[in-house]
């Protein structure tokens, strides 16, 4: 059973920082790749960034240049570093994974319980 935890969500203001961590456990043959997504109130779930197995990255325009996403393949952990963050940053965090579990098999798409970023004065 594979299982995604996330953590380093919380309160902070304008022009702060976060840096949010997901760690995917159980039985998988390989990570394709993971990523950030966010769902604010009243609006739909969006990317946020994400990387590949293969280290590439995409972020969302409107958190290029504040938000960095990295990984830790021996770890099976993905972060991402949210510094100057706005208000407008103001959502539930969901780490995805898409992964097989096991090698030559379909590749499934596994979500977070998410993790609650505030921003606020």
């Known amino acids: 059973q594979v299982q995604l935890v996330e953590s380093g969500g919380g309160s902070v203001q304008p022009g702060g920082s976060l840096r949010l961590s997901c760690a995917a456990s159980?039985?998988?043959?390989?990570?394709?790749?993971m990523g950030w997504y966010r769902q604010a109130p009243g609006k739909e779930r969006e990317l946020v960034a994400l990387?590949?197995?293969?280290?590439?990255?995409n972020y969302a325009d409107s958190v290029k240049g504040r938000f960095t996403i990295s990984d830790d393949n021996a770890k099976n952990t993905v972060y991402l570093q949210m510094n100057s963050l706005k208000p407008e940053d103001t959502a539930v965090y969901y780490c995805?994974?898409?992964?097989?579990?096991?090698?030559?098999?379909?590749?499934?798409?596994?979500w977070g319980k998410g993790t609650l970023v505030t921003v606020s004065s």
């Open positions: 159980g039985s998988m043959f390989s990570i394709n790749a």
């Open positions: 995805n994974a898409l992964l097989q579990i096991v090698r030559g098999g379909l590749i499934f798409n596994y």
């Open positions: 990387i590949t197995s293969g280290r590439s990255t």
